[in-house]
């Protein structure tokens, strides 16, 4: 039997830098959907990996869906696409289950595994196979090559490319059919920092025309320069969501001569207090005055208190301190 051994990335020509005003105009997507995921519960066994979970994704925003190892994202995901079945609750796209859509591969643009592709067909053909399915022209498949950055690449068999390459093909394959939607998982991962800004471009054009995009990411320093809006969870459950610049606005930062007392004091008082440096604390859920007041209160000598724009791999730090270091236990 031979055996394909992946190649590393081929020395191709970089693709140039993608920029919405060099290409043709596009028409805003019709429409506006929103995502909603109400009340969702997910076992597996006797484990959960979804626990009541809500929240909703806005039209023209990117929101990032960010959690550690094992928080649900994948299987929430899923669920969105009904790859997985809730064992309570909902999730619709526009108001409608994903199954129940008049064109779901027209309005749904989803990347979840990166592999999903026959490892024999070149990248060309793997996405005319998949145009052929839903009735798109294949001039838009050499059209989608090219924003990817995948066009020399094209007429490889797909089962040589490397990660990043698998990559690209996923995330043409999510954007073939022009859908107002996109549902990516961990879209970056094993993209070199071309590829990174390439992504970052398509998926904020998107939403500036008015689609929806709900992405998954580890890379928490590219999800501060993409995502308008956060969603966190942990162990399955909501923790926070919001606008990010607002979250980052949220915390304060306090320096005394008692750090470990003013930390107790503060997590007493329902608060989160991370060390910063020797005598410093990062805090959130409580105001500059609450927390001048709570070390007064406790006779704490306090050198510096000011709000703070914490960094996102901060606030993801504070947000998920019972953070799950186990591969997420989610079936595919």
């Known amino acids: ?143 989608i090559l090219e924003q990817v950055g995948l066009a020399d690449a094209a007429d490889r068999h797909a089962g040589g490319y490397s990660l990043g390459m698998r990559q690209r093909l996923g995330l043409a394959a999510a954007l073939l059919g022009k859908p107002p939607v996109l549902i990516l998982d961990e879209p970056g991962n094993g993209l070199d920092p071309q590829g990174i800004r390439t992504l970052r471009d398509l998926l904020r054009d998107h939403a500036a025309h008015g689609g929806t995009v709900f992405v998954s990411s580890h890379l928490l320093s590219e999800v501060e320069h993409l995502a308008d809006d956060v969603i966190v969870i942990n162990g399955g459950r909501l923790v926070t969501r919001g606008p990010l610049a607002e979250l980052q606005r949220s915390a304060a930062y306090v320096r005394t001569s008692e750090p470990e007392r003013l930390a107790t004091a503060l997590e007493h008082a329902g608060a989160t207090a991370r060390a910063s440096g020797r005598d410093g604390l990062v805090v959130g859920g409580l105001t500059t005055d609450e927390i001048g007041e709570l070390a007064f209160t406790n006779r704490l000598r306090v050198h510096e208190l000011s709000a703070r724009a914490g960094s996102l791999e901060e606030l993801f730090l504070q947000w998920t301190t019972d953070v799950v270091d186990t591969e997420e236990a989610e079936r595919p």
Not at 113 to 123: L, Q, T, V, Y
């Open 1 to 143: 039997m031979t055996t394909t051994t992946p190649s590393p990335t081929p020395p191709l020509t970089p693709p140039p830098t993608f920029d919405p005003a060099d290409q043709p105009p596009r028409r805003p997507v019709d429409g506006g959907h929103s995502l909603e995921v109400d009340h969702v519960t997910k076992r597996y066994g006797d484990h959960v990996v979804v626990d009541d979970l809500s929240f909703t994704v806005p039209p023209g925003r990117v929101t990032g869906f960010l959690g550690p190892n094992g928080s649900g994202k994948s299987t929430t995901m899923k669920i969105m696409l009904d790859l997985a079945a809730a064992d309570s609750g909902h999730a619709t796209i526009g108001d409608r289950r994903y199954r129940d859509l008049d064109q779901p591969a027209r309005t749904v643009g989803a990347l979840i595994e990166s592999d999903a592709f026959h490892p024999g067909r070149s990248g060309r053909n793997h996405l005319r196979v998949l145009a052929d399915a839903t009735g798109i022209e294949h001039k838009r498949v050499d059209e």
